[in-house]
């Protein structure tokens, strides 16, 4: 109701003072700006969905690779433990080997050195220096017996020098073999005395890996059996445990296969991660440069509004203050131009629907003639076609306003002097200022935006212009000047 009586003071104003000073708000802009604040609305709406199943994506991806790196943390942990007591197995089975070996070595040590020995005495006994000197002496005595008569002490001397000479020779040769022996005996003590101390450093280790492993079973395997056995036994253990330890190997082979497919997974994940969290990084500012701009836009919508509420305000009061001094007779023109306005706009709007009727007959005829190319049309759609009728129109709807227009200006030719139309001229500049000064706090932006043009008033060239614009409107008096200054 009150845009309604807005609009009618807008046009009785544009009726007296012949010029578009009051602008109003067209409707199209400010529809336009709600469904731009929708749609603003809706992509917010539809970021913050987004934004919210990234989140939740995000959430269920990182809780499945936590799981997944929980298994497989899990997963090393009972490999590695495996793989521990496989290697003490292993090195359990390996120092048995290494003992056995180091007690044959030790016994082949003991049997090499016990034939030396006995090798080394019989040789001693044979060929002894002693028994060598008892020799020379049972012979220098044999020779130191009573001698004939006959022979001489030079025969003597030389044997006794030969004998000498022999007992020497033996000596260095016995010393040669002795020497070389000696060193070999003390060769073979000090190997034997490092074999020793190894057998009882394995010895020892053997025991505190028996101990820590605990392997009872192993002492009670050992006792009441022979080494053979027991050797045998080992054996069968340590092929069986080879062959698991081959098998091992291949599974562990298999494992870390498996564990690089899963590195390469997890790489690619993590790529797939980074690339879902920039692409959320990039919503988030899409989001927060359209929060921005929003902002912006609502209060670019918010100070035009009020700019327009104040103008709005202003014209209304000008339009009271104006409609409380014209008199009857000016109330009754301007009711008749607008009734005759209304005329006007009415023929306008025939005019305009049959415009629309005759293009969509011509849409509709080009689509036929497209489809049946050997169609031609009929009389009765020439007929309706034809400008003729849109003629007739015009010259009635020209006819009516220039009778509409002569009645009005016979009724006020008797009225209007020239000293009224100068003082109709003071009221239009009046009315500038007072528009100019309203409407000086408008920005050039809002005014182009949100053009306040008046509903149902042409503008003021196209009212020139046309012939059914009146060219003359009622005056104002001396006293309604008056009152409006």
Same mark, same amino acid.
């Given at each position: 109701?009150?845009?309604?009586?807005?609009?009618?003071?807008?046009?009785?104003?544009?009726?007296?003072?012949?010029?578009? %000073?009051?602008? &109003?708000? $067209?409707?199209?802009?400010? +529809?336009?700006?709600?469904?731009? /604040? =929708?749609? #603003?609305?809706?992509? *917010?709406?539809?970021?913050?969905?987004?934004?919210?199943?990234?989140?939740?994506?995000?959430?269920?991806?990182?809780?499945?690779?936590?799981?997944?790196?929980?298994?497989?943390?899990?997963?090393?942990?009972?490999?590695?433990?495996?793989?521990?007591?496989?290697?003490?197995?292993?090195?359990?089975?390996?120092?048995?080997?290494?003992?056995?070996?180091?007690?044959?070595?030790?016994?082949?040590?003991?049997?090499?050195?016990?034939?030396?020995?006995?090798?080394?005495?019989?040789?001693?006994?044979?060929?002894?220096?002693?028994?060598?000197?008892?020799?020379?002496?049972?012979?220098?005595?044999?020779?130191?017996?009573?001698?004939?008569?006959?022979?001489?002490?030079?025969?003597?001397? %030389?044997?006794? &020098?030969? $004998?000498?000479?022999?007992? +020497?020779?033996?000596?260095?040769? /016995? =010393?040669? #073999?002795?020497?070389? *022996?000696?060193?070999?005996?003390?060769?073979?003590?000090?190997?034997?005395?490092?074999?020793?101390?190894?057998?009882?450093?394995?010895?020892?280790?053997?025991?505190?890996?028996?101990?820590?492993?605990?392997?009872?079973?192993?002492?009670?395997?050992?006792?009441?059996?022979?080494?053979?056995?027991?050797?045998?036994?080992?054996?069968?253990?340590?092929?069986?445990?080879?062959?698991?330890?081959?098998?091992?190997?291949?599974?562990?082979?298999?494992?870390?296969?498996?564990?690089?497919?899963?590195?390469?997974?997890?790489?690619?994940?993590?790529?797939?991660?980074?690339?879902?969290?920039?692409?959320?990084?990039?919503?988030?500012?899409?989001?927060?440069?359209?929060?921005?701009?929003?902002?912006?836009?609502?209060?670019?919508?918010?100070?035009?509004?009020?700019?327009?509420?104040?103008?709005?305000? #202003?014209?209304?009061?000008?339009?009271?203050?104006?409609?409380?001094?014209?008199?009857?007779?000016?109330?009754?023109?301007?009711?008749?131009?607008?009734?005759?306005?209304?005329?006007?706009?009415?023929?306008?709007?025939?005019?305009?629907?049959?415009?629309?009727?005759?293009?969509?007959?011509?849409?509709?005829?080009?689509?036929?003639?497209?489809?049946?190319?050997?169609?031609?049309?009929?009389?009765?759609?020439?007929?309706?076609?034809?400008?003729?009728?849109?003629?007739?129109?015009?010259?009635?709807?020209?006819?009516?306003?220039?009778?509409?227009?002569?009645?009005?200006?016979?009724?006020?030719?008797?009225?209007?002097?020239?000293?009224?139309?100068?003082?109709?001229?003071?009221?239009?500049?009046?009315?500038?200022?007072?528009?100019?000064?309203?409407?000086?706090?408008?920005?050039?932006?809002?005014?182009?935006?949100?053009?306040?043009?008046?509903?149902?008033?042409?503008?003021?060239?196209?009212?020139?212009?046309?012939?059914?614009?009146?060219?003359?409107?009622?005056?104002?008096?001396?006293?309604?000047?008056?009152?409006?200054?």
């Amino acid at each position: 109701m009150e845009t309604s009586e807005v609009a009618r003071s807008f046009d009785d104003v544009d009726r007296l003072i012949q010029v578009n %000073e009051f602008p &109003e708000p $067209s409707a199209s802009d400010i +529809q336009h700006l709600q469904k731009e /604040l =929708r749609r #603003l609305q809706a992509e *917010l709406d539809e970021c913050r969905s987004l934004v919210t199943v990234a989140e939740c994506e995000k959430e269920n991806v990182v809780e499945t690779e936590e799981r997944k790196r929980k298994e497989e943390v899990a997963s090393i942990q009972r490999i590695m433990e495996e793989a521990v007591s496989e290697a003490v197995r292993n090195t359990s089975s390996r120092y048995e080997k290494e003992l056995s070996q180091l007690q044959k070595t030790n016994e082949k040590l003991e049997s090499d050195l016990q034939e030396l020995k006995n090798k080394d005495k019989t040789d001693i006994s044979r060929e002894g220096v002693l028994a060598a000197v008892t020799k020379s002496l049972k012979r220098v005595g044999n020779l130191g017996g009573p001698l004939p008569f006959t022979s001489s002490t030079g025969e003597s001397i %030389e044997n006794l &020098e030969e $004998s000498m000479r022999k007992a +020497q020779e033996d000596a260095e040769m /016995l =010393r040669s #073999l002795v020497v070389p *022996l000696e060193e070999e005996i003390k060769a073979l003590k000090d190997k034997l005395r490092s074999t020793d101390e190894q057998l009882r450093e394995y010895e020892t280790a053997f025991a505190n890996l028996v101990k820590g492993l605990g392997s009872d079973s192993l002492s009670e395997m050992i006792k009441g059996k022979g080494p053979a056995e027991v050797v045998k036994h080992l054996d069968e253990k340590l092929t069986s445990l080879s062959q698991g330890l081959q098998a091992e190997k291949a599974s562990r082979s298999d494992l870390e296969m498996y564990v690089a497919v899963l590195n390469t997974r997890e790489a690619a994940w993590q790529a797939d991660m980074d690339k879902l969290r920039l692409e959320l990084q990039e919503v988030c500012q899409l989001l927060e440069k359209e929060k921005k701009e929003h902002v912006q836009l609502k209060r670019t919508w918010q100070m035009a509004n009020d700019q327009f509420l104040e103008a709005q305000r #202003l014209q209304i009061m000008d339009m009271s203050r104006m409609q409380s001094v014209l008199t009857s007779e000016q109330q009754r023109q301007i009711a008749e131009a607008k009734k005759r306005d209304e005329r006007r706009m009415e023929l306008e709007r025939q005019m305009k629907s049959m415009e629309r009727k005759d293009s969509e007959e011509k849409a509709n005829e080009a689509e036929k003639g497209r489809t049946s190319p050997f169609s031609r049309p009929s009389s009765a759609k020439l007929v309706k076609s034809s400008p003729v009728m849109n003629h007739k129109l015009l010259v009635n709807s020209n006819k009516l306003s220039q009778d509409l227009d002569s009645q009005i200006n016979t009724s006020t030719r008797a009225r209007s002097i020239p000293d009224n139309l100068n003082l109709t001229e003071n009221v239009l500049t009046e009315k500038r200022s007072l528009s100019s000064s309203a409407l000086n706090g408008m920005s050039k932006d809002n005014l182009k935006n949100s053009s306040l043009v008046p509903i149902n008033s042409p503008p003021v060239k196209e009212a020139q212009m046309t012939p059914t614009t009146p060219k003359k409107v009622p005056s104002l008096t001396q006293d309604q000047l008056k009152a409006l200054s």
